[in-house]
């Protein structure tokens, strides 16, 4: 994953991935790449206040759930994650800045990686 700002990670040309404090995980969107290859979200190019359109739902209830981990759904918007309150994680209903991916986060990033 190559750095992109303090708060994103780049992977390819097609995804970027942030740090989620309620998951302890990185999250990956497709923000380009060819259409037809799944959901796509728009990036309004801010790297280090990044906002996402339009919600990111992870793990979200259904045929693909895994009951071992929580759902998270949220907004990223100005360098901030809003999580809404269907989230099943400590987190719902909060607000919290994207954290910078250095230090104790960048750690676990690179075991992720
Ligand atoms: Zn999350």
């Known amino acids: ?3 992109l700002g303090p708060k994103l990670r780049r992977i390819a040309n097609s995804h970027v991935g942030f740090f989620c404090p ?3 995980m990185m999250h990956v969107i497709r923000i380009g790449g060819d259409r037809g ?3 796509l979200w728009t990036w ?3 790297e280090d206040e990044p906002t996402f359109t339009p919600s ?4 979200r209830p259904g045929r693909l759930h895994n009951p071992a981990v929580p759902s998270c759904h949220s907004y990223v918007a100005d360098g901030r994650i809003r999580f809404l309150n269907d989230s099943t994680h400590a987190l719902a209903g909060q607000i919290v800045d994207l954290p910078d991916l250095t230090g104790a986060v960048g750690d676990q990033v ?4």
């Open 37 to 39: 290859q799944g959901p």
């Open 44 to 46: 309004d190019g801010n």
């Open 56 to 59: 990111i739902y992870v793990n």
């Open 1 to 3: 994953m190559a750095a």
């Open 22 to 24: 309620a998951c302890r």
């Open 110 to 113: 690179k075991g992720t990686a």
